[in-house]
């Protein structure tokens, strides 16, 4: 469900509501201690919907409201002006003994006038499928599974890069790792290597992607604190480099539209030309909050170099 969730919200650069509904049921001592376990589960999964979203630069506000869902959603999705509903698939297997499923519920239930989708379980992976594939062969659903894959690994490949640097500026003494292994851009590219058909993808994401490690081998090479050097690469080669990245991935996706006779929904993040990144005012999370963060924590440690130069320049003069 978390899945149709962002992909709706990033096609239609929407806000999110995430509702968990208790429904009234027996107050036995069995019943509460089934309650408790559910709630712990319940805390963690949201937990980890947040941060899921938010890697997006998605926030999502979380209700949890105790009442009969149908009538919870209705009037939730009634205050909130809701373009859009999106339900899990039941959890309980239909049976001639059970009632009507949520879904079947909200189905009769004319009042509530949003569209409603179920969200279904993707089948097709970019990640791991695309090698089996050709362009041309791909559907609607799957092109825009790339879409949604694409933005995913920018944020990711964000998050990389610059938790990499953060490794050089929080331990300046350890051995550097300029490995691959855990780089999803470059395992990605790795898995479409010599496979004519994917030929245009790997020539456009290719050399950004060795741009990026030859960035990291020239800040790995840096004395240690020096913040000013690696503040210059990161503003100078880094950042402009995510951007040109955003930019191409943008390309891959009106390359595979192009093999479509009617496309999906656009995806906004990548028919877009601007660039996050050199949007300091945006309100943002995950990945995109940590790249500004970064900036503003390197301009911190030179600032806190330089009063340290400067008064240890006045008590020599002093002396």
Not at 73 to 79: A, F, G, N, P
């Amino acid at each position: 469900m978390l899945n149709e969730v962002r992909k709706q919200a990033l096609i239609r650069s929407s806000d999110v509501t995430l509702v968990h509904v208790i429904e009234e049921e027996s107050n036995s001592h069995v019943r509460r201690y089934g309650m408790t376990v559910e709630g712990e589960q319940l805390m963690g999964g949201l937990e980890q919907s947040v941060q899921n979203l938010r890697r997006f630069s998605i926030d999502p506000c979380i209700r949890l409201i105790r009442g009969e869902v149908v009538a919870v959603l209705e009037s939730l999705s009634r205050d909130l002006g809701a373009e859009l509903l999106v339900l899990g698939v039941p959890r309980k297997k239909k049976s001639l003994l059970r009632g009507a499923s949520i879904q079947e519920r909200i189905e009769k239930n004319i009042v509530i006038s949003c569209r409603v989708v179920i969200a279904a379980k993707e089948h097709f992976s970019p990640e791991t499928d695309l090698k089996d594939i050709n362009p041309d062969q791909l559907t609607k659903r799957q092109v825009l599974s790339i879409d949604i894959y694409l933005v995913d690994l920018w944020f990711e490949h964000l998050h990389y890069h610059t938790d990499f640097i953060y490794q050089l500026l929080l331990y300046p003494d350890k051995e550097v790792d300029l490995s691959e292994k855990n780089c999803r851009f470059g395992q990605f590219l790795a898995s479409l290597e010599g496979i004519e058909k994917w030929k245009k993808l790997t020539s456009i994401l290719g050399p950004i992607h060795l741009q990026f490690h030859e960035v990291a081998a020239k800040m790995a090479k840096l004395s240690a604190h020096d913040h000013a050097g690696l503040q210059d690469l990161y503003v100078r080669e880094s950042l402009p480099l995510s951007c040109r990245l955003k930019n191409e991935l943008g390309h891959i996706s009106l390359y595979l539209r192009s093999f479509l006779k009617n496309n999906p929904p656009t995806v906004p993040f990548l028919a877009d030309e601007s660039c996050p990144v050199t949007m300091p005012d945006l309100a943002c999370y995950g990945p995109l909050l940590r790249a500004f963060n970064l900036g503003q924590d390197l301009c911190v440690l030179i600032q806190k170099k330089d009063s340290m130069t400067l008064q240890s320049n006045s008590i020599d003069e002093e002396e």
